[in-house]
């Protein structure tokens, strides 16, 4: 059985930056992609960044060089390093890893930019 275990998110101040975590244990399966999705309330889930296995990355326009996604392959670990946060990028954040047949989720991090 998969698990992931974020850490990281919090509350800061427009302009601050924050690093989340996420890190991936118990599975023997072969990992596609890992990644962050956010959700503000009343807002559907919507794809933050993702990371291939090849190390090529996606990010939504939002985030494009605000946000940086990494991962460390031994630690089977994701990184989202968040710069220059906003208060519209408050929300509660899943990170994700892909395998073959799906994917298992984070149980969310809350994020919160605000004064």
């Given at each position: ?33 890992m ?10 889930r ?42 519209e ?23 919160t930019?605000?004064?």
């Amino acid at each position: 059985q998969v698990q992931l275990v974020e850490s990281g998110g919090g509350l800061v101040q427009p302009g601050g930056s924050l690093r989340l975590s996420c890190a991936a244990s118990g599975s023997a399966f072969s990992i596609t992609d890992m990644g962050w999705y956010r959700q503000a309330p009343g807002k559907e889930r919507e794809l933050v960044a993702r990371i291939l296995n090849g190390g090529s990355t996606n990010y939504a326009d939002s985030v494009k060089g605000r946000f940086d996604i990494s991962r460390d392959k031994a630690k089977n670990t994701v990184y989202l390093q968040m710069n220059s946060l906003k208060p519209e990028d408050t929300a509660v954040y899943y990170c994700y890893v892909g395998f073959v047949f799906g994917r298992a989720w984070g149980q969310g991090t809350q994020v919160t930019v605000s004064s």
